[in-house]
T-cell receptor, first 108, second 112 residues
Framework: RKEVEQDPGPFNVPEGATVAFNCTYS??????FFWYRQDCRKEPKLLMS???SGNEDGRFTAQLNRASQYISLLIRDSKLSDSATYLC?????????FGKGTMLLVSP | EPEVTQTPSHQVTQMGQEVILRCVPI?????FYWYRQILGQKVEFLVS????????KSEIFDDQFSVERPDGSNFTLKIRSTKLEDSAMYFC??????????FGPGTRLTVT
């Protein structure tokens, strides 16, 4: 049973490109939703929370569709420093359930 | 910006030995967590701790594991008798009233 499912990638994009990641979750009791990024052998770092109304933080836009149990992340104008693994995360009763992550590689 | 800190950064131990992993959560946070990540796999929840007691734990968190908040700042994870399969990165996280959780840099545990 895959609770949080993501395409592992890698997504190879040139600098300046727009890239979108998707994620689905299986537990309809999930209460809150996040995107974290993880660099190789480092800790997950909170990128943004995800709300049903959609939310934007600079070049990053996140969207949640509760009916379809689907979460997305859009990155515009990709930078080299965006290269990382992006983790889709759902919160159920204060425990975080992580997807395996989608790897993004931004090249010059 | 306040951060979660963890010590040591790397711990090597022999199978059957006890290890204690230490964490200092963000100072005004009330919720504390341990997660682990086996190399190449996803991050997995171990345990959550609030108001000086365990609030949730996963199937991974068996009798070999325990947590403690011995004073006002530290939060520890003890593995009583380590097994080879306990080798992983162990992350401590803390959270405030909101549902966001902030992770420490991790302790890499190698069991030989």
């Amino acid at each position: 049973r895959k609770e949080v499912e993501q395409d592992p990638g890698p997504f190879n994009v040139p600098e300046g490109a727009t890239v979108a990641f998707n994620c689905t979750y299986s537990n309809s009791a999930s209460q809150s939703f996040f995107w974290y990024r993880q660099d190789c052998r480092k800790e997950p770092k909170l990128l943004m929370s995800v709300y049903s109304s959609g939310n934007e933080d600079g070049r990053f836009t996140a969207q949640l569709n509760r009916a379809s149990q689907y979460i997305s992340l859009l990155i515009r104008d990709s930078k080299l420093s965006d290269s990382a693994t992006y983790l889709c995360v759902v919160n159920i009763y204060s425990t975080l359930t992580f997807g395996k992550g989608t790897m993004l590689l931004v090249s010059p | 910006e306040p951060e979660v800190t963890q010590t040591p950064s790397h711990q090597v131990t022999q199978m059957g030995q006890e290890v204690i992993l230490r964490c200092v959560p963000i100072s005004n946070h009330l919720y504390f967590y341990w997660y682990r990540q086996i190399l190449g796999q996803k991050v997995e929840f171990l345990v959550s701790f609030y108001n000086n007691e365990i609030s949730e734990k996963s199937e991974i968190f068996d009798d070999q594991f325990s947590v403690e908040r011995p004073d006002g700042s530290n939060f520890t994870l003890k593995i009583r008798s380590t097994k080879l399969e306990d080798s992983a990165m162990y992350f401590c996280a803390s959270g405030g009233q909101g549902q966001e959780q902030y992770f420490g840099p991790g302790t890499r545990l190698t069991v030989t």
